[in-house]
C-alpha cells in the first residue's frame, strides 16, 4: 500500500457546477443508484461499524457510471460549439444541432464510449468511438449498438485516445467534437465537464449515508483507470471539514496511479490484460493528478484473482456486481487485514466503496 499521511488534512477548494445534478434529472429515467449496505457480520469481522456499496449497476439503464460524466461533457461540449444559452434543454440542442453533420469522438475502453454513442443519439447527432486493439467483442457489439461507428484503434488505450483526437480534427467536413474524460495540456476542459458530471453520484452518497446512519463516511473506495471519478472524489469529499480518508485500487497490471504516487511524477506505463477491463489505464489524467497527489490517503492494487474472489464475496451477499466493483471491495479487505491502524480505522468507521459498474 501506498500511503500519504499528509492527504488526511487536504482540503479541496474547488466547487462543482451545481447544475450537474440538476441536468441528470432532466435526463430519461434519472433515479438515485442504491447505496447497499453489507451485512453487518461482514463489516464487524473486517473490524468496521458498516460497509455500504453505492451500486452503479444501472445508471440510466447503462450498467455502469460512466453515463454521469459523458452526457454532461457532451451537453457542454454541444452548448459551447454552438454557442446555444448554458440552460439549453435536451431538445433546445438536438433543434440546434439538426443539419449541421456533428460527429462526437471519444475513445474508450468500454463503458464512456458506450455513454457517449448514447448521448449522441439522445441529441441526434453521430457517434465514432476508437478502441484499443484488445478489447472483447460483446463491448464492441455493446457501443455499436447505441449507434455509434466502432473504430478499433492500432495499439492500447493510449493509441486509441490519439486516434480519436485525430478523427476529431479531420473528420472530413464534419463538425467533429472530441468528447474524452482524459486529459492533456490544452484539452483540459472536456475532462473537467466530465468529472464534474460524476459528482452527482457523490452528492447522491451523502444524503443516503445521512438516511442510514446520520454520517459521512469515514472512507471512501474508488476504483481508478485515468483517475476522472477518483478525482470527483477528491474534490467532493476532501472538502469538508470532517473528510474521509480516499482511498483507490487499481488492477496490478495497470497500476499507473501508484506508480506516479510512489515517484511524485505522472509516469505512464505499460498495461498488461485483465478482467478489470474499466481500469486498465496507462497514464494518470493531467486535470485529476494534483488533486490525488494530494488529496488521496491510500493506494492500493489488487490481482485479478483477488478481484474475482470479491465478486465471489458479493454475490454470496445476493449482490450481483461486476470486476471493477469487486476490486474495491479486494482492496478494502487489504487494507483492513494489513493496514487498519495505519488508517486509523475502527470499529465506529463506516466505509463506503465504489461499485462502478454491473457484472460483465
Ligand atoms: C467500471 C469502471 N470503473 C472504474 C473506472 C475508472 O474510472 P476513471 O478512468 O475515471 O479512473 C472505469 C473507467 O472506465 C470503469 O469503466
Known amino acids: 500500500m ?15 457546477a451545481p447544475a ?16 447497499l449496505r453489507l451485512p453487518n457480520t461482514f463489516s464487524t469481522s473486517l473490524g468496521l461499524s458498516s460497509v455500504f456499496l453505492k451500486d452503479e449497476s444501472n445508471r440510466f439503464g447503462l450498467p455502469a457510471f460512466k453515463i454521469l460524466g459523458a452526457p454532461w461533457a457532451c451537453y457542454r461540449t454541444i452548448i459551447k460549439k454552438l454557442a446555444l444559452s448554458p440552460t439549453a434543454s435536451l431538445q433546445d440542442i438536438a433543434a440546434a444541432a ?14 464512456f464510449g458506450r455513454a457517449v454513442a448514447r448521448m449522441a443519439g439522445t441529441v441526434g447527432v453521430e457517434s465514432r468511438i476508437y478502441v484499443p486493439r ?27 485516445v490519439k486516434t480519436a483526437a485525430q478523427g476529431a480534427e479531420e473528420d472530413n467536413g464534419r463538425l467533429g467534437l472530441l468528447v ?29 449515508m445521512h ?39 487499481e488492477p496490478d497490471t495497470a497500476a499507473c496511479l501508484k506508480t506516479s504516487l510512489e515517484a511524485g511524477h505522472r ?20 486535470l485529476a493528478w494534483p488533486y490525488l497527489r494530494d488529496g488521496v490517503d491510500a493506494s492500493v492494487t489488487v490481482t485479478d484473482e483477488e478481484s474475482s474472489r470479491a465478486l465471489q464475496t458479493l454475490r454470496d451477499m445476493g449482490i450481483s456486481t461486476g470486476p471493477c466493483s469487486a476490486g474495491t471491495l479486494a482492496a478494502l479487505l487489504k487494507v483492513c487485514e494489513r493496514d487498519s491502524s495505519t488508517l486509523g480505522l475502527t470499529a465506529a468507521s463506516n466505509v463506503v466503496i465504489l461499485g462502478t459498474e454491473g457484472p460483465r
Open 180 to 208: 474524452q474524460d482524459d486529459a492533456w495540456e490544452g484539452y483540459e476542459e472536456v475532462p473537467q465537464w466530465v468529472v464534474d458530471g460524476y459528482s452527482s453520484m457523490m452528492l447522491e452518497i451523502d444524503e443516503q
Open 211 to 249: 438516511d442510514a446512519v446520520e454520517k459521512s463516511p469515514d472512507m471512501v473506495v474508488v476504483p481508478v483507470g485515468v483517475g476522472s471519478l477518483a478525482q470527483a472524489v477528491v474534490v467532493h469529499f476532501k472538502s469538508k471539514d470532517q473528510s474521509p480518508m480516499v482511498v483507490t485500487v
Open 134 to 160: 484488445i478489447m472483447v467483442e460483446e463491448t464492441k457489439r455493446l457501443i455499436g449498438s447505441e449507434g455509434a461507428e466502432v473504430v478499433v484503434a492500432g495499439g492500447d488505450y493510449n493509441d486509441a
Open 2 to 16: 501506498y500511503h500519504n499521511p499528509t492527504a488526511r488534512t487536504f482540503r479541496s477548494t474547488s466547487s462543482i
Open 20 to 35: 450537474v445534478l440538476d441536468f441528470h434529472k432532466t435526463l430519461p429515467s434519472y433515479a438515485a443508484t442504491p447505496l
Open 267 to 286: 509516469v505512464t506505463i505499460e498495461t498488461g490484460d485483465t478482467n478489470m477491463c474499466g481500469m486498465n489505464c496507462g497514464s494518470v489524467s493531467f
Open 98 to 111: 439538426r443539419g449541421r453533420e456533428i460527429r462526437f469522438h471519444a475513445a474508450t475502453d468500454g463503458n
